[in-house]
């Protein structure tokens, strides 16, 4: 399933070009760059790195009529400058989430983050504790950097809530080498930081969440920001089990070489409301032969039915926790969660 987390840490870094990394390389404050949304389901080439390699993306699809503006901004002047006093920049990706950072000659720190999710509203991620460092300058092929960080998480869930938060990270520089993009282009030269954090959400109603962040950008020497990026999340109840929500986003500055159609997409498009509810769902939405599933976390199949606009599904006789609705409809299957409090 793909859709936007609840309490997301897609916090991008955009470190800065060459192939050594510094403060002096950082993106500066009216820094912009507008990036093609592309598919979801975009190779990562997690494998591919060490120098001299090769990253193919001569066949990359895009989103239609889908750009994000990803911009530096003054971070006293943003919209949450109050939630981050001592952060410098703040890097907006359009549509997604604000990240606040600062930087001195020796390292790049990340204050937190603000994520605009529809059933939530703004998600406040603050590092106030301690504070989550990026990376160490400066920072090249093979720096490896660690770290660990702590604060807050505050989201509207039925009532203003704060959470506990903590996680560790772990940043690298892992390939040198040359990109190929749709169109014959060939772009040499690039340099790929991988960042790996982990959060631990602690005294949620759903018990504690894990958030794995997994993203890959890419460099070259004439942008401050990356021209390439690829993230991929996981939110999961602490311990494994079947993921609560999973995330990818894909953004390119070179133009894809197609774009998927709705049939390629195979989603159905449906709403599901209220959500989380604690007795009835409604489901909103054109069907045609639909039919439709509640499952638990392991699975197992609790309810079946058929699906037409406004079906309402009781889910009072469940516990409390986090639930999977499946459509399917003319051999179009679409998952989304459903949450009973």
């Not at 399933?1 to 870094?13: E, G, I, V, Y």
């Not at 190929?180 to 930081?193: D, E, S």
């Not at 894990?210 to 991929?232: D, H, V």
Request: some cysteine; aromatic content about 10%; proline content about 4%.
């Amino acid at each position: 399933m793909k859709r936007t987390l609840l309490l997301a840490t897609l916090a991008f870094s955009f470190l800065g070009n060459t192939q050594s990394l510094t403060q002096a390389n950082e993106p500066v404050i009216g820094d912009n760059l507008s990036m093609f949304l592309c598919d979801s389901f975009t190779i990562d080439y997690a494998g591919i790195s060490g120098t001299g390699v090769t990253w193919d993306y001569s066949t990359l699809l895009g989103i239609p009529n889908q750009t994000r503006l990803v911009e530096a901004l003054d971070a006293t002047t943003a919209a949450n400058a109050a939630d981050f006093p001592s952060s410098v920049k703040a890097i907006k990706v359009e549509s997604s989430m604000t990240s606040y950072i600062t930087s001195t000659a020796t390292e790049r720190v990340s204050q937190g983050f603000v994520f605009n999710e529809p059933s939530l509203g703004d998600v406040v991620a603050k590092f106030d504790t301690d504070n989550e460092i990026l990376m160490t300058y400066p920072f090249s092929f093979g720096t490896v950097s660690t770290d660990i960080f702590a604060g807050t998480v505050s989201y509207v869930l039925g009532a203003p809530t704060t959470s506990p938060m903590t996680g560790n990270v772990y940043s690298t520089i892992d390939g040198q080498g040359t990109m190929l993009f749709p169109g014959a282009i060939t772009v040499p030269n690039v340099l790929r930081y991988h960042i790996i954090d982990t959060s631990v959400v602690t005294g949620t109603f759903l018990g504690d969440l894990e958030i794995i962040r997994n993203q890959f950008e890419y460099y070259i020497s004439t942008s401050n920001l990356p021209i390439f990026t690829i993230s991929k999340l996981t939110i999961q109840v602490v311990g494994g089990g079947s993921p609560i929500n999973e995330f990818s986003l894909v953004l390119s500055s070179y133009a894809p070489s197609g774009y998927l159609a709705i049939e390629e997409n195979n989603t159905i498009d449906f709403t599901v409301y209220p959500n989380p509810s604690t007795n009835f769902v409604t489901i909103s939405g054109e069907f045609s032969d639909a039919t439709g599933q509640v499952m638990d976390q392991s699975g197992r199949i609790l309810s079946s039915f058929s699906v037409s606009n406004n079906t309402t599904v009781d889910i009072s006789p469940y516990e409390n926790g986090v639930y999977f609705l499946r459509i399917t409809d003319n051999d179009k299957t679409t998952t989304k969660t459903i949450v009973k409090k």
